[in-house]
């Protein structure tokens, strides 16, 4: 008579009748198996191809995908495809189209000041054709529009200027009877010694004077080492807006001026010029130090159109008769040939100048008041315009002065030498 059945687990034992478990052997690997059943061996058919879906037309976007579009277009960033969307959908939508220009009008606030960077005779060119087409009520004379335009892109490179770069040690140099002196400030120190020099052209227009009241009589080297030693003066970049709005005021007031104050004398202390000369000058030297500033930053700067570059040559070739003069006088230049009646020709040195702003021009060699002739030239000089005046900067020696040279040898040394002379802190 046999017991109920009992339940068997499975654990995956063999077991016997009685219920013994047996253990089982060990496994093959797995290409040692049996084939699989037929069933599964059996290759099934490949399942018949479906054809991918036709594209449906993509809708419209909507006026609330457009909307969220327009921070990106008023930025320039929507692809070419959105960019057509968002500006169709402006034709037809009002309020979209006026928040679209509010923020083209918020974009315009998020770009920093852009520099400068452009050609000299550009700016020229712009105020030329802006002044045809609607002409100046009130014109800058053309003897001040060099000093407009080189104060102008000076300010333009300052305008980028870290408190480090305000701080940049700068070498201003110069020539003084037979050797080269220089001097080291920074930035913002030749920026004030632009500030103060423009103050005398600014005192004899009847302006403040920028030093006040306390400015030491002389000329321009004791002005600036007053302002330089002042600790009232600012020695950062605040010293950039008083020496702008001092050139502003300068050139507005010699417009609302008139004709005639050309001729107004400028004191410089140890001579004097007009002031249609004066503003060369002023121009002249702004763009020299404006190329020291920038070498001390390591910029590239352009030199002055090859209109305002012929002005500043003309005045230091007008000046080197007088310049000439003064050397001999102080015993460094050799003495006149001749003596001849004021205006009457005498010896003559030939300079021309080459390049953008170049010309010719006669140097009378034995008195001022002579009036230079080519029937009786004795020399030449032929300079690069540039080079020559890094010369009359005090830049480079004039024995370092690549110059072309034909004649009498004394003559030569003498006006490149007072070419020289010219310069000064």
């Known amino acids: 008579m046999t017991g109920p059945a009992e339940d068997v687990p499975d654990d995956g034992y063999e077991r016997p009748v009685g219920g013994a478990a047996r253990i089982p ?9 049996d084939p699989l059943p037929d069933p599964l061996r059996t290759p099934q058919p490949a399942p018949a191809p479906v054809s991918a879906p036709q594209d449906a037309p993509e809708p419209p976007p909507t006026h609330a995908v457009l909307k969220s579009l327009l921070g990106a277009w008023a930025l320039a960033a929507c692809s070419a495809e959105e960019t057509q969307a968002v500006e169709d959908h402006l034709t037809e939508c009002a309020p979209c189209a006026e928040e679209a220009l509010r923020l083209r009008d918020a974009v315009g606030l998020l770009h920093p000041e852009e520099s400068l960077d452009l050609k ?49 040690p700068v ?11 220089s001097r080291d400030t920074t930035v913002a120190g030749v920026i004030g ?10 005192t004899a227009l009847g302006l403040d004077d920028p030093l006040g009241a306390q400015a030491p009589a002389g000329g321009t080297t004791r002005r600036t080492e007053y302002f330089w030693d002042s600790e009232r003066h ?15 005021t300068l050139v507005r007031t010699v417009s609302f001026a008139g004709h005639g104050v050309a001729e107004l004398a400028v004191d410089y202390g140890s001579f004097a010029l007009p002031l249609g000369d004066a503003f060369l000058e002023r121009a002249f030297e702004c763009w020299v130090h404006a190329w020291d500033i920038a070498e001390a930053v390591d910029y590239p700067y ?8 012929h002005r500043m040559i003309d005045l230091a070739a007008r000046l080197l008769p007088a310049a000439l003069a003064e050397r001999r006088r102080a015993g460094l230049a050799g ?24 010309g010719g021009w006669d140097i009378a060699l034995d008195s001022p008041a002579a009036k230079p002739s080519s029937d009786h030239t004795v020399a030449e000089i032929a300079l690069d315009g540039l080079e020559f005046c890094q010369l009359a900067a005090g830049h480079i020696s004039p024995e370092d002065a690549a110059a072309g040279q034909h004649g009498d ?17």
Do not use: M, N
């Not at 005779?121 to 002044?131: G, K, M, N, Q, T």
């Open 409 to 425: 040898r004394e003559a030569i040394r003498d006006v490149l030498f007072a070419a020289a002379s010219l310069s000064r802190l």
């Open 193 to 202: 010694h632009l500030l103060t020099v423009d103050g005398i052209v600014a």
């Open 302 to 309: 352009e030199p002055p159109s090859g209109p305002h570059l």
């Open 335 to 358: 003495p006149a040939r001749g003596l001849v009646a004021a205006g009457a020709p005498g010896r003559t040195l030939h300079l021309e100048i080459e390049g953008a702003g170049g």
């Open 25 to 33: 052997g060990p496994r093959g690997a797995a290409d040692d198996l």
């Open 120 to 168: 000299p005779l550009l700016r020229s060119r712009v105020l030329e054709d802006c002044l045809g087409k609607r002409p100046a009520r009130i014109p800058v004379p053309a003897w001040a529009t060099p000093y407009d335009t080189e104060t102008a892109r000076l300010d333009a490179l300052l305008r980028d200027f870290g408190d480090a770069e305000w701080h940049t």
């Open 171 to 181: 070498r201003l140099k110069w020539f003084q009877e037979e050797r080269r002196r």
């Open 234 to 248: 600012p020695a950062t970049r605040q010293v950039r807006e008083p020496w702008r709005e001092q050139g502003h």
